[in-house]
C-alpha cells in the first residue's frame, strides 16, 4: 500500500466512516472532522511539487486483475498534480465554506459523505494511469454529483437537474468506455503512458478515429461543451458550495483533463484538432451569449462557467496543432495555447469559486439570488461586494487580476493559429480570433451585470425591511483566499508556470523539451494586437451594457420549440413512453403468457444452439441398461403427470406434483445423489406446507376455458420443452466437442480439502455462484417479505 | 373450532429434535460425506416451520425471539465475509484454506474456513425459508 493509492482511500474510508460516528458528534462538529481530510491531503500532496517540477514522476501498481490487464496503477505527473492540488484545495476551503452556509437542521452527514465520495473518486479520475479504473472512477463522479444535486430531493427542480447531469454525463461516459475499448483493441493495453508510447503503431488503425470521436463524446459530456451544456445550469439546484466545487473547479473540468491526457495520443489528428477547438469556441460563445440573459445570479454563472469551460477547450484544440508539427523551433510557439489552458484552468478556480461563494453569501443573507429584487447592497455587504468585484474583473480579463493574464495569452493564441496553413486553417482560421473576441465581449458584459445590479442601484424596499447585514467572518475565510490568490497570481505568475504548469506541460508533449515550453509570464508586453483587443473588449462591452435594453430582443428570436432543453425533454418523455408501451406488451400478469416467452426462448435458443453446432447425437450403447424398478417409477410418475392434466381440484394437484417430486427423489437414490435426494425431499415437503398456507388466498380452480387453438399451441411447446430436454440428456453422453471439467473435480481432496465433489464444488470450486445465489435468495425473500408487508400497510387501496 | 391436534403436537416435540439434529449434522459433515450448509440449512429451516405450523406463532416466537430477516442478512454478511477475508491474506478473493488441529479431549480435527462460507448459506436459507413462510402466514 503505498501512499498515491491511501491519497484517493482516504475520502472514501472517512466517508465510510461518517455514517457510523456522526450520531455521537455534536452536528457542528462533523464539517470539522470532515475537512481533516482534504486540508492533509493537500498538505500531503504539496510535498510532491518539488520532485515534480524537478521532471520526476511518481508511480505504482497494485495487481488488481492482471488477467484482464487491468491494474491499479497510481501516476502522478504535473497534469494530475495541478488536478489534485485543484479538487483538496479547493475541497478543502467548499467544505469551510459549508460549516457556515449549511444550516445545522440539513443532513449534514450525507452531504459531507457524498462530497467526500466525489473527492475519492475525483483524484482516482486524475491519478489513474489504466483506462479501466479511470473509467470506474469517473462514473462514480457522476454518482456523486448526482447525489449532490439532488440533495435538496424534496424539491422537484433538484431531482430533475439530478438526474438530466446523470443521464448525460452518463451516456458521455458510455460512449467514452467503447473508445476506451477501442483503444485497447488497437494497443493492448488499457495503460495511458504505454498507449502514449506507440501511438506511431495505432494512429493508421481503422478504429483510431472512432475512438478518438467517443472518447471525446465522454470529454465534451462532463465539460459541458456545447451542445451538451444544458445539464450545468440546471445542476445549479445543488447547495452553493457543490456548485462551487463540482459545477465550476472540479468535475466538470475531468473532461479537460482527459483532453489533455489524451493530447499526446489524438493531437496530432485535423479531427482532434476542429472537435476540440470548434466546439470549444463555440460552448465559449453560446455559453456567455446565454449568460448576459439571465436573471438568476447562480444561472450567470452556469453559464458563465460552461463559456469559459468552452475557453479551456478551445485553448487544448489550438495547442494540439504543436503536436501535428513535431517539435521544432517554430513549432514551440503553438505550444503557448496550451499553456494557456493550464493556466486559465488554475485561474478559473480561483475566481469562479469566490464568485460562487459570494453568490452563496448573498444568498444567505438576502434570501434572494434573483439579480431583478437585488440591488444596492455595496453598503451592505461590503466585504461580499470586494470579493464579487475582484473575481468579475478577473473573469472578464482586466489587471491587476490573473484573468488578465490567461486571457491575453488567449488572444495571442488565438492570433497565432491564423498563421498556419495546415488543416485548412489558412481558409476560416480568421473565425477563431473573431468568435473569441466577441465572446469575450459578452463574458465582460456579464461580469458588468453581476455586480452592478447586486451592488449598484437602490436597495429594493422589501430587502431592506429585513435589515440585512454582513456574512459572518467565517463564511468570508474562503472566498478571501480565493481572491487573494487572483491578485497573487497576477503579480508571481513565474512562480506557478515554473512549478506547476511546467511539468504539466511536459505530459501534454512528452517529445518536446519543457524548458522552451515555459514562457515568461509578463503583465505588460507593449501595445500590441492583444492589449488592443482587450481595450475593445472594455469599450464595446461597457456600450453594449449601456444600450442592453435596445438589443437584448434578440434573444426572443429563437423558437422555444427548438432550444436545446426543450429537445431534451422531448427525447427523454418519448423514449420514456415507448419504453412503457414496450413493457406493457409483454407485462400483462397472465402468468400462462409469461411461461410461453420463458419456454420459447428456451427452446429456441437451447434446441437452436444445439442443433447449429450438430450435437444432437443418439448412441444407445453408452446407455446404462434401464432396470425393471426404474420402469416401474417412470411409469408412475408419467401416469402422475397425466393425472395432473385432468385434477379438478387444487390439493389433487399439488399432491400430484409431490409425486412426480418424489419420484424424482427416488431417483437420484437410484443414481447415487444422496445429497440431490435429501435437498429435493426437503425442498418438496416445504413446498407442500407452502401450498398448504397459500391455499386460502387462491381462487376455485375452474376448468380451463381457453380455445381449441391455444390450447393446442400450448401442448405443442410442452411437447417442445419436454423433448428438448430428453434429447440434450440423450445427447451429452456422447458429446465430446470439448475436454470435460469432471476431471478437475475428481482432485478435490488436493484442491479443496474435501471428499465430497459436490460440496466442494459449491463451497470451493464454484463458490463465486453459490455466494451470488446466497444474496439472490436474501433478496427474494426480502421481495416476498416487502410485497406482503407493503400490501398490508395500504390495505384497502390495493386490489391485486 | 377448536382443531384437536394433540397427536400431531406430541410427535413434533420428539420429531423435531430429531430433525434438528440431523440438520446439524447434515451441516458438519458436509464436505467429506454428504451434507452441507444448504441442505443443513434447508433442514433445520423445514424444523422450524414444523414447529411454527404445530405450535402458533406467539409461542414459538417467545421460544425463539429471532428474526429471521436479520438472521438471513447475517448469513449474507458471513459468506461475502469470508470471501472478501481472503483478499487481506493476499489471496484471490474467496479463496479457502484448512488444516488439521489437536485439541484437548475431543483429538484431532480438521478445521476449514470453508464452514464459514457454509454457515453463511445455512444461515441464509434458514432466515429466507421462514421468512417467506412467516410473512405469508401472517398476511391476513
Given amino acids: 500500500m503505498t501512499i498515491e493509492i491511501a491519497i484517493i482511500l482516504t475520502p472514501f474510508i472517512m466517508a465510510a466512516l461518517i455514517p457510523l460516528f456522526y450520531r455521537r458528534l455534536q452536528r457542528s462538529f462533523i464539517g470539522w472532522v470532515v475537512l481533516v481530510v482534504p486540508v492533509s491531503l493537500f498538505l500531503i500532496l504539496t510535498t510532491y511539487i518539488p520532485h515534480i517540477a524537478n521532471g520526476k514522476t511518481v508511480s505504482h501498481t497494485f495487481e488488481w486483475i492482471p488477467s484482464f490487464n487491468i491494474n491499479f496503477t497510481t501516476y502522478i505527473d504535473g497534469l494530475s498534480l495541478i488536478f489534485s492540488l485543484l479538487i483538496t484545495g479547493v475541497g478543502s476551503l467548499v467544505i469551510l465554506y459549508s460549516n457556515f452556509y449549511l444550516s445545522m437542521k440539513e443532513s449534514l452527514h450525507h452531504f459531507y459523505c457524498y462530497l467526500l465520495l466525489f473527492m475519492g473518486a475525483m483524484l482516482g479520475v486524475v491519478f489513474s494511469d489504466n483506462l479501466m479504473v479511470l473509467y470506474a472512477f469517473w462514473e462514480l463522479t457522476s454518482v456523486s454529483s448526482f447525489l449532490l444535486i439532488a440533495f435538496w430531493h424534496h424539491r422537484k427542480a433538484s431531482r430533475a437537474g439530478a438526474r438530466k447531469s446523470m443521464t448525460i454525463t452518463v451516456s458521455g461516459g458510455v460512449a467514452m468506455l467503447v473508445g476506451f475499448l477501442m483503444l485497447y483493441t488497437m494497443s493492448g493495453t488499457f495503460s495511458i503512458r504505454e498507449i502514449i508510447a506507440d501511438v506511431n503503431q495505432i494512429s493508421e488503425h481503422a478504429l483510431f478515429i472512432p475512438a478518438l470521436v467517443l472518447i471525446l463524446l465522454g470529454a465534451f459530456t462532463k465539460s459541458a461543451q456545447f451542445p451538451f451544456h444544458i445539464w450545468l445550469p440546471d445542476a445549479m439546484e445543488a447547495p452553493t458550495p457543490v456548485s462551487a466545487y463540482l459545477h465550476s473547479a472540479t468535475m466538470v473540468k475531468a473532461g479537460i483533463y482527459l483532453v489533455a491526457r489524451f493530447t499526446p495520443v489524438f493531437g496530432g489528428e485535423m479531427v482532434w484538432f476542429w472537435a476540440v477547438t470548434g466546439v470549444g469556441l463555440m460552448t465559449l460563445f453560446w455559453g456567455s451569449f446565454n449568460a448576459v440573459r439571465q436573471y438568476d445570479l447562480k444561472a450567470i454563472l452556469a453559464f458563465s462557467t460552461v463559456s469559459q469551460l468552452g475557453l479551456i477547450m478551445s485553448l487544448l484544440g489550438l495547442g494540439s496543432a504543436a503536436v501535428h508539427l513535431g517539435y521544432s523551433t517554430s513549432s514551440i510557439i503553438y505550444t503557448q495555447a496550451t499553456f494557456a489552458a493550464l493556466f486559465h484552468l488554475i485561474n478559473h478556480s480561483t475566481f469562479k469559486g469566490a464568485l460562487f461563494m459570494m453568490v452563496g453569501i448573498v444568498d444567505h443573507e438576502i434570501g434572494t439570488r434573483d439579480i431583478r429584487r437585488l440591488g444596492g447592497l455595496m453598503s451592505i455587504l461590503p466585504f461580499t461586494f470586494t470579493i464579487a468585484l475582484i473575481g468579475c474583473f478577473s473573469m472578464a480579463g482586466l489587471p491587476p487580476f490573473n484573468g488578465f493574464l490567461s486571457k491575453e495569452m488567449f488572444f495571442a493564441a488565438a492570433v497565432t493559429i491564423t498563421e498556419l496553413d495546415i488543416f485548412s486553417i489558412e481558409n476560416i482560421g480568421i473565425f477563431i480570433p473573431i468568435i473569441a473576441w466577441v465572446a469575450s465581449i459578452l463574458t465582460f458584459v456579464y461580469c458588468v451585470i453581476i455586480v452592478s445590479k447586486t451592488f449598484f442601484g437602490k436597495i429594493k424596499p422589501d430587502v431592506a425591511e429585513k435589515n440585512p447585514h454582513e456574512a459572518p467572518f467565517g463564511m468570508l475565510i474562503s472566498p478571501f483566499v480565493l481572491i487573494g490568490l487572483v491578485i497573487t497570481i497576477f503579480f508571481f505568475p513565474n512562480i506557478l508556470g515554473e512549478y506547476i504548469l511546467r511539468p504539466a506541460m511536459a505530459s501534454v508533449y512528452p517529445t518536446f523539451p519543457v524548458a522552451e515550453m515555459t514562457p515568461h509570464i509578463h503583465a505588460w508586453h507593449g501595445f500590441n494586437i492583444e492589449l488592443y483587443m482587450t481595450i475593445g473588449v472594455i469599450v464595446l462591452g461597457l456600450l453594449l451594457y449601456r444600450y442592453m435594453k435596445y438589443w437584448i430582443k434578440i434573444y426572443r428570436i429563437f423558437p422555444q420549440y427548438w432550444t436545446l432543453n426543450a429537445m431534451y425533454e422531448r427525447i427523454i418523455s418519448s423514449s420514456e413512453n415507448m419504453s412503457e408501451n414496450m413493457t406493457k406488451r409483454y407485462m400483462n400478469g397472465n402468468l400462462m403468457h409469461y411461461f410461453i416467452y420463458i419456454y420459447i426462448s428456451f427452446v429456441v435458443i437451447v434446441a437452436g444452439t444445439f442443433l447449429l453446432l450438430e450435437a444432437f447425437t443418439w448412441n444407445p450403447s453408452l446407455d446404462a441398461p434401464v432396470e425393471n424398478f426404474e420402469l416401474l417409477l417412470i411409469f408412475v410418475m408419467i401416469f402422475a403427470s397425466f393425472a395432473l392434466l385432468f385434477a379438478k381440484s387444487r390439493i389433487t394437484a399439488v399432491l400430484l406434483n409431490g409425486v412426480l417430486g418424489y419420484g424424482i427423489a427416488f431417483f437420484f437414490v437410484i443414481f447415487r445423489a444422496p445429497d440431490l435426494a435429501l435437498t429435493q425431499l426437503v425442498v418438496e415437503s416445504v413446498t407442500t406446507a407452502l401450498y398448504l398456507l397459500c391455499f386460502k388466498y387462491l381462487a376455485e380452480l375452474k376448468p380451463e376455458q381457453s380455445s381449441k387453438r391455444v390450447k393446442v399451441s400450448n401442448g405443442l411447446i410442452s411437447i417442445l420443452v419436454g423433448s428438448t430436454v430428453t434429447l440434450i440428456g440423450l445427447a451429452v453422453i456422447n458429446y465430446e466437442k470439448f475436454e470435460s471439467i469432471s476431471t478437475y473435480f475428481e482432485d478435490s481432496y488436493k484442491l479443496a480439502g474435501g471428499k465430497n465433489i459436490v460440496n466442494t464444488i459449491l463451497g470451493d470450486f464454484r463458490a463465486f455462484d453459490t455466494m451470488l445465489e446466497v444474496v439472490v435468495l436474501f433478496i427474494a425473500g426480502l421481495g416476498v417479505y416487502t410485497l406482503i408487508k407493503l400490501k398490508a400497510a395500504k390495505k384497502g387501496d390495493a386490489d391485486t | ?140
Avoid: W
Avoid at chain 2, 458438519?28 to 405450535?55: D, E, M, R
Avoid at chain 2, 454457515?119 to 398476511?139: H, Q, R
Fill in chain 2, 1 to 140: 373450532m377448536k382443531i384437536n391436534d394433540v397427536i400431531l403436537r406430541t410427535v413434533v416435540k420428539g420429531v423435531v429434535f430429531i430433525i434438528l439434529t440431523l440438520g446439524v449434522y447434515l451441516f458438519f459433515s458436509g464436505h467429506n460425506a454428504p451434507g452441507g450448509g444448504f441442505i443443513g440449512g434447508l433442514v433445520l429451516g423445514s424444523g422450524i416451520v414444523l414447529l411454527y405450523i404445530t405450535y402458533d406463532l406467539e409461542t414459538v416466537h417467545r421460544k425463539m425471539p429471532f428474526d429471521f430477516k436479520k438472521v438471513a442478512g447475517l448469513g449474507v454478511l458471513l459468506a461475502t465475509g469470508s470471501a472478501i477475508g481472503a483478499i487481506f491474506f493476499d489471496a484471490p478473493f474467496l479463496s479457502q484454506t484448512d488444516a488439521y488441529f489437536t485439541f484437548p479431549v475431543i483429538g484431532e480435527k480438521h478445521l476449514t474456513t470453508v464452514t464459514i462460507f457454509e454457515a453463511g448459506v445455512a444461515l441464509t436459507v434458514i432466515g429466507t425459508l421462514v421468512t417467506i413462510i412467516l410473512s405469508i402466514s401472517e398476511d391476513e
